[in-house]
């Protein structure tokens, strides 16, 4: 599709890193560069512009649309499009023949007990490892085997069910981090502080500041990641992850750490990327009444094998699925 290939603009891989890194080690060993001027102080956050100004005619998020037909309607779209996918590590196999049709908008669950392949599934899909065998398809494009920095500029954004922060850096400088995914690297500018780069840093500040709103996360936007409770952890890697503006986001045990309370707040949050951002949702967790209140479909796996697919009603009452987590099946 059109709107993917556009999506993965030509550029010096090479000049990327090499500027990635100097801002991050900018940002923390030296904030306002080498030579940058006393007077030239960052305004306060003038409000959330999430797109820049000069993206934002063309890129302006749209209004919550229709859910598409259901993914098991033949004529439905498929955005992402997994087919006997697998991945074997020294003989055994810790993901087996996985297959999944995911049409746009959906909040789909995947589950299963400990060593199920729910996180190496995660890894192949976000191109972190590379299948042994299977197709990738996403928007009717083949990615499979693309290293996980192309699969991200592409749509596909991930967290990880070990949180992995820069924890030197503030909040709001993770989220930054993320939206530098459309600027032009510029190795000059970030040493010197030049104007372009500062007008640059006020338009990250600003949509980071968005983000970090709609995630609950604005008061604490000047603390350093590792400094802040668990639960805000996993929230600011969310807002990190959607400052990629994926079209696909996976979600490795978000919940992870947090109270009842937290939990249900994330759960507002995770509708509220589909239905206001147009986010579809793949979501790995443990907690079956999360994954059971919140997805349309949901999957099971166990082993490395897919032994179920359904709506959450019809899983919960599966045999096979009571049998994966209670060791068999209970008769009346």
Not at 285 to 313: F, S, T, W
Request: proline fraction near 7%; include cysteine.
């Amino acid at each position: 599709m059109n709107w993917i290939a556009s999506r993965e603009k030509p550029a010096n891989d090479g000049a990327i890193v090499a500027t990635g890194y100097l801002r991050i080690a900018r940002r923390i060993y030296a904030a306002r560069g080498l030579t940058y001027p006393r007077s030239a102080g960052l305004p306060p956050h003038p409000g959330p512009v999430y797109l820049t100004r000069s993206r934002r005619a063309e890129e302006t998020v749209q209004p919550a649309v229709p859910l598409p037909a259901t993914a098991t309607d033949p004529v439905a779209p498929t955005l992402l499009e997994v087919r006997g996918l697998s991945r074997s590590f020294h003989g055994l196999r810790a993901l087996d023949g996985y297959t999944l049709d995911l049409a746009p908008l959906r909040i789909h669950g995947v589950i299963g007990p400990n060593g199920a392949g729910k996180t190496t599934l995660f890894h192949v899909l976000s191109g972190f490892l590379q299948p042994s065998s299977g197709t990738i398809r996403f928007g009717g494009r083949d990615i499979t085997g693309f290293p996980a920095y192309r699969i991200a500029r592409l749509g596909i954004a991930r967290t990880f069910q070990n949180i992995r922060l820069f924890g030197e850096l503030t909040a709001i400088e993770n989220v930054m981090v993320a939206l530098e995914r459309d600027g032009r690297p510029s190795v000059v500018a970030t040493l010197f502080s030049t104007s372009s780069f500062r007008r640059r840093e006020r338009e990250l500040a600003a949509g980071a500041m968005e983000l970090l709103e709609l995630v609950g996360l604005a008061a604490r936007r000047n603390h350093l990641a590792k400094s802040l409770p668990y639960g805000d952890q996993r929230r600011l890697e969310i807002a990190r992850a959607v400052g990629l503006r994926p079209k696909v986001l996976l979600l490795d045990e978000p919940n992870a750490g947090m109270n009842p309370i937290e939990t249900q707040e994330l759960l507002g949050l995770i509708r509220r990327l589909r239905d206001e951002l147009g986010t579809t949702v793949v979501l790995v967790a443990h907690d079956i009444p999360l994954v059971m209140g919140l997805c349309d479909r949901i999957q099971v796996l166990n082993y490395g094998k897919l032994i179920a697919e359904g709506d959450p009603a019809s899983v919960r009452a599966n045999p096979d699925v009571i049998a994966a987590y209670l060791g068999q099946a209970r008769h009346a």
